[in-house]
């Protein structure tokens, strides 16, 4: 029975209908699903939602689709997605995502998952689909996108200019230059208007002097 079930669910994160269906022969399937429960064989996430045990996993569950799964619409982003992209050195333990929906937080068996909301027209920008194994796939933000919803939800930094900025980007999120050297300015561009943030129109100004100076430094050596 569990061979079957594991045949017919392909991925290692499913919603409550891909096991009803799976579980379609049996006279009663809420039964079954309360017995796979008990066993171990599944792992509910959060109401409607469930990973396979770790006796039945084939590989790894993604914390990532499940963020996707719990709360939508949504995509990683902020922390998560920073130390993803390699831009910030801090591994972070919650999966942090942004909404245009309200601010959420769930605390699941497999972690927590905070959900922080940006505005409706900012939302979509710089939204990528990440591709893994076995046709699965998650919505993070990309890089310019991860930042500026990072610098939007972090309140009280108190930046007032570009020295302010350099000095949050550098010291307190502890990014390298040349990494902020390579994000993309229009992009940025976009989201700073999407925003209609002050904050976002000085960091834009920041890369490209940050750029500039990269390459001033190249040219001398």
Do not use: W
Not at 47 to 73: C, D, H, T
Not at 110 to 116: K, N, Q
Not at 208 to 220: D, F, Q, T
Request: charged share 30%; with cysteine; hydrophobic share 35%.
């Amino acid at each position: 029975m569990i061979e079957d079930l594991r045949r017919r669910i392909e991925g290692e994160e499913f919603d409550y209908q891909a096991l009803l269906d799976s579980l379609k022969g049996y006279e009663r399937p809420r039964d079954k699903i309360t017995s796979l429960l008990r066993q171990g064989v599944i792992i509910r996430v959060k109401k409607g939602i469930y990973v396979f045990g770790p006796k039945q996993a084939r590989r790894p569950f993604s914390r990532e689709i499940l963020a996707n799964m719990i709360y939508g619409p949504s995509c990683v982003s902020l922390e998560y997605a920073l130390h993803y992209h390699g831009l910030i050195p801090e591994r972070v333990e919650a999966v942090t995502s942004v909404t245009s929906g309200r601010a959420r937080r769930f605390t699941t068996p497999v972690g927590l998952f905070i959900y922080r909301q940006v505005p409706q027209a900012a939302y979509p920008v710089g939204i990528d689909q990440v591709q893994l194994e076995g046709g699965r796939s998650f919505l993070m933000a990309v890089p310019e996108k991860a930042l500026a919803d990072k610098i939007h939800d972090d309140h009280g930094t108190g930046i007032r200019n570009q020295g302010d900025m350099r000095r949050y980007l550098l010291q307190n999120l502890r990014i390298e230059a040349e990494s902020l050297a390579k994000l993309r300015k229009e992009t940025l561009s976009i989201l700073a208007g999407r925003y209609r943030s002050r904050k976002l129109r000085l960091l834009g100004e920041v890369v490209a002097r940050l750029r500039e100076e990269g390459e001033r430094h190249e040219r001398s050596h």
